[in-house]
């Protein structure tokens, strides 16, 4: 007999698991924008460098979609006995996890594959990582923190609902394993008061 949340768990650990690929396929991938080192030992990406530094945001984006697009059904599928809205919530907060991980682990590995700036002279190029959490550091600059978190967990929910409406029954196709536990729950407690 499997406890209740055991599907649950199932999918948050796959979850966390495809945040981790997802982030560092976008590490070894992405292609780095340079920067200049200016006399303040700040940095900035010239013109010719932000459809690049962009263009590393928009691939995370993609691989985001790409992770809500195996999330939404591996929920539905991993953790029936959550069907519904329940799942719904479940789906959404292992999406959203998903893309804190691979934020996290994606930026901190291309970190580790770029060199020391502290070594770069004024006037020379280097590597940076794009600012995946879109937040401005400069006053002006356009700022949409944590914008690339929603893809995950919308497109998910979007897989997860197309899931709800192709079930076949009201019930979600949860009864057959309710009559299952109670199934089980009834031969565990036939088996102990005959032993």
Not at 66 to 84: C, D, K, N, T
Not at 107 to 127: I, N, S
Not at 150 to 161: F, N
Not at 166 to 177: C, F, I, N, P
């Amino acid at each position: 007999m499997t406890s209740r949340g055991s599907g649950g768990a199932r999918f948050a650990v796959v979850a966390v698991l495809l945040g981790v690929v997802a982030g560092l396929v976008w590490a070894f991938v992405v292609s780095v924008p340079q920067a200049r080192m200016l006399a303040d030992r700040s940095a900035i990406v010239p013109g010719a460098q932000v459809d690049s530094y962009f263009g590393g945001v928009g691939l995370f984006v993609v691989i985001m979609a790409v992770v809500g697009l195996v999330l939404g059904p591996l929920s539905w599928w991993l953790a029936r006995e959550h069907r519904g809205a329940g799942g719904a919530v479940l789906t959404a907060v292992g999406a959203s996890a998903a893309g804190v991980v691979a934020i996290l682990l994606g930026t901190w590995v291309l970190e580790l594959r770029l060199p020391d700036r502290a070594h770069v002279a004024v006037g020379d190029t280097f590597g940076v990582v794009p600012n995946l959490w879109l937040t401005a550091r400069e006053a002006g600059a356009v700022s949409a923190p944590g914008l690339v978190l929603i893809v995950a967990p919308l497109i998910a929910l979007l897989g997860y609902l197309i899931c709800i409406l192709m079930a076949k029954s009201a019930d979600l196709g949860t009864a057959g394993e309710a009559r299952a536990v109670v199934s089980d729950a009834a031969s565990t407690g036939h088996h102990s008061s005959t032993g």
